[in-house]
C-alpha cells in the first residue's frame, strides 16, 4: 500500500514563499512516471498546479502560478518537491500530492488521471 504524505504548509504573507514535499512510503517513486500537485479550495474543483514526469523531468504549469512555482524531485529521497514564490492570498488552498504509473505521454492535468493522492497541506497566504 502506498501512501503520499505532504508537508511544508503553513501561514505566510503575500510575496513570500513556502516549499512543500511530498514523501512516499511503501513504494518509491520510481515506480511512478508522473507525480503532481493540485489544490482545492472548499466550494471549488481540485486544480491542477504543477506536474513532473519522474525519468524524464519535463515539467508543466497551471497558467495561475507559471514563473512562480517550480516543481522538482529527489530520486534519492523519494520525493517531490513545490517551490512556490511571490505568493498570492489567491494562491490559499489544500495543496494534494498526486501520483500514477504507467503513463508515458504528456503531463496530465485531469486530476482524474492520478489515482494515489496524499492527505493534503493546508497553505495560507495572508494579504
Known amino acids: 500500500q502506498v501512501q503520499l504524505v505532504e508537508s511544508g504548509g503553513g501561514l505566510v504573507q503575500a510575496g513570500g514563499s513556502l516549499r512543500l514535499s511530498c514523501a512516499a512510503s511503501?513504494?518509491?517513486?520510481?515506480?511512478?512516471?508522473?507525480m503532481a500537485w493540485f489544490r482545492q479550495v472548499p466550494g471549488k474543483e481540485r486544480e491542477f498546479v504543477a506536474g513532473?514526469?519522474?525519468?524524464?523531468?519535463?515539467?508543466d504549469y497551471g497558467d495561475s502560478v507559471k514563473g512562480r512555482f517550480t516543481i522538482s524531485r529527489d530520486n534519492a529521497k523519494n520525493t517531490v518537491y513545490l517551490q512556490m514564490n511571490r505568493l498570492k492570498p489567491e494562491d490559499t488552498a489544500v495543496y494534494y500530492c498526486?501520483?500514477?504509473?504507467?503513463?508515458?505521454?504528456?503531463?496530465?492535468?485531469?486530476?482524474?488521471?492520478?489515482?494515489?493522492w496524499g492527505q493534503g497541506t493546508q497553505v495560507t497566504v495572508s494579504s
Open positions: 513532473i514526469q519522474w525519468s524524464a523531468g519535463n515539467t
Open positions: 498526486a501520483a500514477r504509473q504507467g503513463w508515458l505521454g504528456p503531463i496530465q492535468m485531469d486530476r482524474n488521471a492520478y489515482p494515489d
Open positions: 511503501g513504494r518509491t517513486f520510481s515506480t511512478y512516471t508522473n
